[in-house]
């Protein structure tokens, strides 16, 4: 019974892994000619300076206690 059971995982895991790998070749043979190519180095370009615009962001640091004055000071 259990050696059953890995079989039957070892044989889905095997599909899976077959799956991906076509569906890898296929996008590659598809998207490997040059106008392919530069549509997606300009986009992946767009993403990163994008990525990197957002790393840049400066915030404001997070105070502990919230003061009701502006000064930080205490209501008497």
């Known amino acids: 019974m259990r050696q059953g059971r890995s079989i039957a995982l070892r044989l889905i895991g095997g ?3 077959m799956a991906a790998a076509l569906t890898l070749g296929t ?3 598809v998207y490997s000619g040059q106008e ?6 300009s986009i992946a370009r767009e ?3 994008f990525v ?10 997070v ?7 502006p ?3 205490v209501i008497q």
């Open 15 to 17: 599909l899976i892994g």
């Open 27 to 29: 996008a590659a043979f």
């Open 36 to 41: 392919q190519r530069e549509a997606v180095t």
């Open 47 to 49: 993403f990163f300076v």
């Open 52 to 61: 990197e615009r957002g790393s840049r962001v400066r915030r404001a640091p």
């Open 63 to 69: 105070s502990a206690l919230a003061s009701p004055t």
């Open 71 to 73: 000064e930080g000071g």
